[in-house]
């Protein structure tokens, strides 16, 4: 596109969305105007993303102009590999999701679409502020606003369970929120600015009581929305929200931003050496190893589909924290991929579970028999997402598993690819007996036919993921990303040593 908002792209593909929530209020009487507006931004959003993927790709950063508010303090917005990364998945999400939402919420005869359109609206532009974040108060505001503009959406059933659910989600991400604020007026007295830095922005010298004490507030910070126990308690509870929601959660915005921000935090604020040199890093490796096994033991005891796909993100989603622990240009690079294949692996496994749902009315994985016979487009999806979260390869969780494997042999803990195996294992065991009960045990009963509405855009995630397993840099270069991303982030670090 040309390039005619220049170094003001960041601040446009935020606002696009934030606009856009604006107008589907005052159009909301008027259903066919509002979903234009919603995948006229959406359109927008992405195009402004992928309009700076040039740049980065050669080296280069895209930055908007700082908004002063104190001396020494600002709102700064730049795209660099990691956040550009994070912003390409979301976008092209969002737009994906909005396809299904629409189809979604008219089967289910939703009379607040409106309102859940525009929320939604607001919690991407919030997602797309904190992935180009430059500084720790600018991610911290947009880390907030997200949260806030999430709450009506899992609360939007407005039923009791509902209630209790974003009461939930609030206590813990509000006070997740304080103990980050805490954090970056910490940070900032330190480092005046606080400008994320590939290597760490904190000064030389610190003492290990200050390093550990900021590392425990940014990680019982970013640690809720991650998801990493024993702060997970949220995320179940919130899976009363509509299934699309469920999506918005786990694939693209609010658990995302949190291990998003274990990166932010591994990479540019402290650096890799500084925790090693306190020991953080095991730490955080292993709440992180803790979280991946007993997120996917949890799993096992679920029936209820929703709840045992909540478990299997929280751990996932400690892969992320894991390569980010590990802080080797593999494991980096791994955990950094693993944004976008997650991504397309989990939202394919709600949209399914969505879709099942709607035609089906079926939510217990002992009730799935005979699925894949009449559903078979949304189960041979679900089965394709399952086969990638296990790690199989030609698919894109293969490639993540991979570098972190790599990644922890290239950090000198190899013990952490035991870790991976075991987490694959029970991926299998969770996953493949719904698959095949679904493709060879009797039918339950009749099942609507399948909706385009519904299933085009679970298709098109699913053969993302495949493609993303046989051609990691298909389409957006998201490997070639991350592997910069992480490259820059091992050579600040080793910089920062050298007086």
């Known amino acids: 596109m040309p390039d005619l908002l220049g170094a003001d792209r960041p601040l446009a593909a935020v606002l696009v969305s934030l606009v856009a929530a604006g107008l589907m209020r005052v159009c909301g009487r008027y259903p066919a105007l509002r979903e234009s507006c919603t995948f006229g931004a959406g359109i927008i959003k992405l195009a402004l993303v992928a309009s700076m993927l040039p740049v980065v790709l050669a080296g280069g950063v895209v930055e908007s102009s700082r908004l002063s508010l104190l001396p020494g303090v600002s709102l700064h917005l730049r795209a660099d590999p990691l956040g550009l990364l994070f912003a390409l998945v979301a976008s092209t999400l969002w737009l994906l999701t909005s396809v299904y939402s629409v189809g979604y919420m008219r089967a289910a005869g939703d009379e607040n679409q409106t309102g859940y359109f525009s929320s939604f609206a607001l919690c991407v532009s919030a997602t797309i502020g904190l992935a180009f974040a430059a500084n720790l108060l600018t991610f911290f505001l947009f880390y907030e606003v997200l949260t806030l503009a999430t709450y009506p959406l899992v609360a939007h059933n407005r039923t009791p369970e509902a209630r209790a659910g974003g009461r939930t989600y609030l206590v813990y991400t509000l006070t997740a929120g304080q103990a980050l604020l805490l954090a970056v007026v910490w940070t900032q007295s330190l480092a005046p600015g606080a400008e994320f830095r590939p290597g760490g922005l904190l000064p030389p010298g610190l003492p290990t009581a200050t390093v550990l004490g900021l590392f425990a507030l940014f990680v019982v910070g970013f640690g809720v929305k991650a998801a990493i126990m024993p702060l997970h308690g949220w995320l179940p509870a919130a899976m009363v929200a509509p299934t699309p929601v469920s999506a918005l959660l786990h694939a693209v915005a609010v658990v995302k931003a949190g291990a998003f921000g274990c990166l932010r935090l591994v990479g540019y604020v402290f650096g890799v050496d500084v925790l090693r040199e306190v020991g953080a890093d095991i730490v955080l490796a292993v709440l992180a190893s803790v979280t991946i096994l007993f997120g996917s033991l949890r799993a096992l005891g679920e029936t209820h589909l929703k709840r045992r796909l909540a478990y299997s993100t929280i751990s996932q989603l400690s892969y992320i924290v894991l390569g980010a622990a590990l802080g080797s240009v593999a494991a980096l690079a791994g955990a950094m991929f693993h944004i976008a294949a997650h991504g397309f692996m989990k939202i394919t496994m709600f949209f399914c579970a969505g879709a099942i749902h709607t035609e089906a009315h079926r939510d217990d994985v002992t009730q799935f028999g005979g699925l894949g016979r009449q559903m078979p487009i949304t189960m041979t999806a679900f089965a394709i997402a399952a086969a990638g979260l296990a790690g199989t390869p030609l698919l894109a969780g293969f490639i993540s598993k991979w570098h972190l494997g790599l990644g922890a042999l290239e950090a000198g803990h190899g013990v952490f690819i035991v870790v991976l195996v075991l987490s694959g294992?029970?991926?299998?065991?969770?996953?493949?007996?719904?698959?095949?009960?679904?493709?060879?045990?009797?039918?339950?009963?009749?099942?609507?036919?399948?909706?385009?509405?519904?299933?085009?855009?679970?298709a098109i995630t699913a053969v993302v993921a495949l493609l993303l397993g046989i051609m990691p840099d298909f389409g957006a270069g998201f490997l070639r990303l991350a592997l910069s991303a992480a490259t820059s982030v091992v050579a600040g670090s080793v910089a920062g040593e050298v007086p």
């Open 425 to 458: 294992l029970l991926n299998l065991a969770y996953f493949f007996p719904i698959v095949y009960d679904a493709f060879f045990a009797p039918a339950h009963g009749d099942v609507a036919p399948e909706r385009l509405t519904l299933s085009a855009p679970l």
